[in-house]
Each structure stands twice: as C-alpha cells, then as structure tokens.
C-alpha cells in the first residue's frame, strides 16, 4: 500500500502556527481560571481555619475557667 507523503508548504505551516498560538492563548486563560479558583478555595480553607482556632480558643479558655472554678470552690 503505497504512503502518500504530503509537502508541508508555507501556508500549511502558516496555518499549523496560528492553530498553535490559539492553543497557548487557550491554555493560558485556562491557568488563569485556574489560578482563580485555586485563590478563591484557600480563601475559604484560612476563613475556616481562622474559625476552628477561634473555636479552640473559646473552648479552651472555658475549660480553664471552669478548672478555676473548681479548685476555688474546693479550698
């Protein structure tokens, strides 16, 4: 079976160049999209964060109170 080789003219190649420059613009609003939301996810992953601390804060400062408490209380 006989290959059939095709010549790579000019404008082919042309055209191949402009279907890569689409690609890489294509590629590059990609990143840029991900890059958003990747911002935006660990926005909320440091906002829940601060909040579990605050969390651990609270808690801990009323176990403490509550150790005051008692050992007052028992003296």
Same mark, same amino acid.
Request: no cysteine; proline share 4%.
């Given at each position: 079976?006989?290959?059939m080789l095709?010549?790579?003219n000019d404008d082919k190649m042309?055209?191949?160049?402009g279907k890569v420059d689409d690609l890489g613009? =294509? *590629?590059r609003e990609q990143r840029r =999209? *991900?890059?958003a939301g990747f911002e935006r996810v660990?926005?909320?992953f440091e906002?829940?964060?601060r909040t579990m601390l605050n969390g651990v804060i609270?808690?801990?400062s009323g176990f403490l109170a509550g150790f005051a408490a008692l050992i007052v209380a028992l003296h």
């Open positions: 079976m006989p290959v095709e010549r790579w042309d055209a191949l160049e613009g =294509e *590629m =999209e *991900m890059k660990d926005d909320r906002r829940m964060q609270a808690l801990t």
